[in-house]
């Protein structure tokens, strides 16, 4: 059973940064594509970025491009979201999620294609 653990969430004031990070365990890391995804109270979730099993490819929705950097690191099975110029409207319970994807060199935001998830982390960011 894939384990995703997140962390790194909390309140911040607008403009500042927070660096989320989501330990794996229980799977091969290296062949899994990786995501980040939000979601507010009576929103639906919101794909935020993802990245390739070998972190040679990344994805970003509008929203964030500029502001946010998704990173992986393979030797300690660990992928942060890095958040840089936050917003209020960046609130939300943010979720890691993993898809088993050896190879290719392309991934997605479509929750559909994720079949594991974390528990997710608060980002509060008001001031």
Known sequence: QVQLVESGGGLVQPGGSL???????????????FAWFRQVPGKEREGISCITDS????????????RFTISRDNAKN????????????D??????AADWA???????????????????TQVTVSS
């Open 55 to 66: 972190g040679a490819f990344t994805l970003y929705t509008d929203s964030v491009k500029g």
């Open 91 to 96: 609130t939300g319970v943010y979720y890691c």
């Open 19 to 33: 660096r989320l990070s989501c330990a794996a365990s229980e799977l091969t890391f290296e062949y899994y594509a």
């Open 102 to 120: 050896y190879g290719v060199g392309w991934c997605t935001v479509n929750d559909l294609k994720f079949a594991d998830w974390g528990q997710g």
């Open 78 to 89: 660990l992928v942060y979201l890095q958040m840089t110029g936050l917003k209020p409207e």
